[in-house]
């Protein structure tokens, strides 16, 4: 299959330190991908790097055989790329529904963000559909007119998904989805990300360290430890690496 993203030999420096080192791998059309490793692996630094928000010191990314060099990040949202954040990113006082129709009316570049934060911009019956269509695939159908403050975290982790999704990314850049979510609200975060993957053929990097979710959600995993990929392949054929469970995921022999 011709892979959807490539990221080729990607390394990035601060100063004396390495965050990234050489770092190459393929996501493929509607694929799911682990990224997984320990705290200061490099993970969340190649995703900022793939979405544009850091600059790489050295290496390429490459969506749908484009070399996405040089452009910002709206432009490579543009192009199809998406992202999540470990760190929440909402607004308390905006409903769940606004939070896609301003994510949309940013994306198609229609009058900016104040200006939808103004009330200015308008939406389209277009963009209207397409949020009410991702706000009943991530369950939150029933809750659009609802203030996002008044939500649980849960339902607020569903609400960035959606914001994410509404503007039919053709990659996902899922940073910590479950990052604070209990068991059962694990469970159903990662029930969206696979009806989404499946619906919609969105192809998702996820970086977890919830390796339950990585086992059910992932076709493929890669093992980063400190800025570099140590081991490449199924969730078993990793976690079956000696070294991967003794120095990066704390199992002993």
């Known amino acids: 299959m011709t892979p959807r993203l490539v990221v080729h030999e990607l390394s990035k420096h601060f100063g004396g330190i390495v965050a990234a080192d050489g770092v190459s791998f393929e996501l493929l059309d509607a694929e799911c991908l682990g990224l997984i490793g320990p705290n200061g692996a490099g993970k969340t630094t190649v995703c900022s790097i793939i979405a544009g928000e850091q600059m790489a010191s050295a290496g390429t990314v490459r969506l749908d ?13 543009r192009r199809g790329l998406s992202r999540t954040y470990q760190r929440l990113e909402i607004f308390p006082e905006m409903t769940v529904r606004d939070h896609l129709l301003v994510a949309q009316g940013v994306h198609d570049g229609a009058t900016g963000l104040l200006g939808d934060l103004m009330g200015s911009g308008g939406s389209s019956q277009l963009q209207k559909n397409a949020a009410e269509e991702t706000l009943e695939l991530v369950g939150l159908g029933d809750y659009a007119d609802v203030v996002v403050g008044t939500l649980s975290l849960g339902s607020c982790r569903l609400v960035e998904l959606a914001r994410s999704l509404v503007v039919n990314p053709r990659v996902l850049l899922a940073d910590e989805p479950s990052s604070g979510l209990d068991s059962l609200e694990s469970v159903a975060m990662g029930d969206v990300l696979q009806r989404a993957q499946r619906e919609r053929g969105l192809s998702i990097i996820l970086v977890e360290h919830d390796l339950e979710m990585v086992a059910r959600l992932s076709d493929r995993v890669v093992v980063m430890q400190s800025g570099l990929v140590v081991a490449t392949g199924s969730f078993d054929e990793v976690m079956a690496d000696q ?6 995921l704390g199992v002993g022999k």
């Open 65 to 77: 055989g484009h070399d996405l060099a040089g452009l910002p990040v709206y432009q490579r949202a």
């Open 243 to 248: 070294d991967v469970r003794d120095a990066y």
